[in-house]
């Protein structure tokens, strides 16, 4: 009966932790500040690889 409660407050604990994990990612990919570093990493498949390569 104990170790079922214990599961019970593990399940709800790892539930409230994976669920403000989740919002922080949102956050951080969401911010205005980012933006510009997603950009720039989108493009880097189209870009020449000697650019990448010398600096």
Known sequence: M???RIFDSASSVM???SFATFVGILL???AARRGAD???AAALPF???EE???G
């Open 38 to 40: 997603f950009d720039k």
């Open 52 to 54: 990448y390569e010398h």
């Open 28 to 30: 951080w990919t969401f």
């Open 2 to 4: 104990a170790i079922e």
């Open 15 to 17: 539930t409230v932790v």
């Open 47 to 49: 870009a020449d690889e």
